[in-house]
């Protein structure tokens, strides 16, 4: 049975990093094949891809997000995490974790307010 | 950047009736290695999206034969056959073929 979940620290100010952590259960990212991607969602809107990384480290990012996206995994926890820098209230959103290729499980949705 | 769009924005229906989705995309979404990365996802109120549809016409696990895909290339279409309660939310079409990953605007299906 395939789970996801993420977490993170629900409020930040602007320009703060944001820490997000996706435990999953399942799989594995040390399987051929196997990915994590991050996904957010502002209220009422729609669904962004963030960043992608795959079983054998290979990353990829959403390029309107520039430089501020960091992915990483370890494998050994099966966790997979994102970093966002200098974020500002545009930021604000719900984060998704789901399992790659197709985005076939999602994670329940940690809330992000970032809020002076 | 492939820019997913999708109509109707909003779409109405009677329960055990018939609606179809269009998404188009503006670069085609074939794939180097001959696949076609086109999915089809469905968000009801309150919750994480879910997969319904891969490549283009694959249902995912536990999907009901309601539901089907089809197009290629740039032209793809969502049917929803004798429409439930529980198929009620925001569809989303999203192309998983070239980075960044795309998704549509989203359809909202309502009861009529």
């Known amino acids: ?116 | 950047d492939v820019v997913m769009t999708q109509t109707p924005v909003s779409l109405s229906v009677s329960l055990g009736g018939q609606v179809s989705i269009s998404c188009r995309s503006s670069q085609s979404l074939v794939h180097n290695n001959g696949n076609t990365y086109l999915s089809w996802y469905l968000q009801k109120p309150g919750q994480s999206p879910q997969l319904l549809i891969y490549k283009v016409s694959n249902r995912f696990s536990g999907i009901s034969d309601r539901f089907s895909g089809s197009g290629s290339g740039t032209d793809f279409t969502l049917k929803i056959s004798r429409v439930e309660p529980d198929d009620l939310g925001v569809y989303y079409c999203g192309q998983g073929t070239q980075y960044p990953y795309t998704f549509g605007a989203g359809t909202k299906l309502e009861l009529k």
């Open chain 1, 1 to 116: 049975q395939v789970t996801l979940k993420e977490s993170g620290p629900g409020i930040l100010q602007p320009s703060q990093t944001l820490s997000l952590t996706c435990t999953f259960s399942g799989f594995s990212l040390s399987t051929y094949g196997m990915g994590v991607g991050w996904i957010r969602q502002p209220s009422g809107k729609g669904l962004e891809w963030l960043a992608n990384i795959w079983w054998d480290d290979d990353k990829y990012y959403n390029p309107s997000l520039k430089n501020r996206l960091t992915i990483s995994k370890d494998t050994s926890n099966n966790q997979a995490f994102l970093k966002i820098t200098n974020v500002d209230t545009a930021d604000t959103a719900t984060y998704y974790c789901a399992r790659s290729w197709y985005f076939d499980f999602w994670g329940p949705g940690t809330m992000v307010t970032v809020s002076s």
